[in-house]
Nanobody, 125 residues
Framework: ELEESGGDLVQVGGSLTLSCVMS????????IGWFRQVPGKEREYLAA????????YYARSVKGRFTIRKDNPRNTAYLEMTSLKPEDAAVYYC????????????????????WGQGTQVTVSS
C-alpha cells in the first residue's frame, strides 16, 4: 500500500528527500504523516499534511529543517530533510490516514491505517 524510498547515508549538515508512494488508492483522499524510530525508542512523530493539503504540521525537533508535501497526480508524498544532524538517524516511516486534517489526530501513530515498511537514514559526522 505504501512504500518509502530515499533513505541513505548522508553527512551532518546534508540533505535528503524521502519518497512515499501509495498504490491502489488515490493519495488525494489521505493525510500523510512521517515518523521515525530508533531501536529501543517509541516511534516519533515528525510531520503531517492534511488530506486536502490545507495544513502542514511539524514536530519541534524538525520544524524549519524538514518539509512535507504531497504530489497527488504522482500518488507520492515526500519528506524533504535539510541540515541533518546525527540524532536524525533512524528508520523513517510514512503513514496514511483517510481524510485526516487536525494535528492532534495526525501526530498519533494509532490514527493511521496504512504504513510503509520504512527506509533507513544514517547521518555520519
Amino acid at each position: 500500500e505504501l512504500e518509502e524510498s530515499g533513505g541513505d547515508l548522508v553527512q551532518v549538515g546534508g540533505s535528503l528527500t524521502l519518497s512515499c508512494v501509495m498504490s491502489e488508492r488515490p493519495l488525494e483522499n489521505y493525510a500523510i504523516g512521517w515518523f521515525r524510530q530508533v531501536p529501543g525508542k517509541e516511534r516519533e512523530y515528525l510531520a503531517a499534511v492534511a488530506w486536502n493539503e490545507a495544513r502542514r504540521y511539524y514536530a519541534r525537533s524538525v520544524k524549519g529543517r524538514f518539509t512535507i508535501r504531497k504530489d497527488n497526480p504522482r500518488n507520492t508524498a515526500y519528506l524533504e530533510m535539510t541540515s541533518l544532524k546525527p540524532e536524525d538517524a533512524a528508520v523513517y516511516y510514512c503513514a496514511a490516514a483517510v481524510g485526516g486534517w487536525a494535528e492532534r489526530v495526525l501526530s498519533q501513530p494509532d490514527k493511521y491505517g496504512y504504513w510503509g515498511q520504512g527506509t533507513q537514514v544514517t547521518v555520519s559526522s
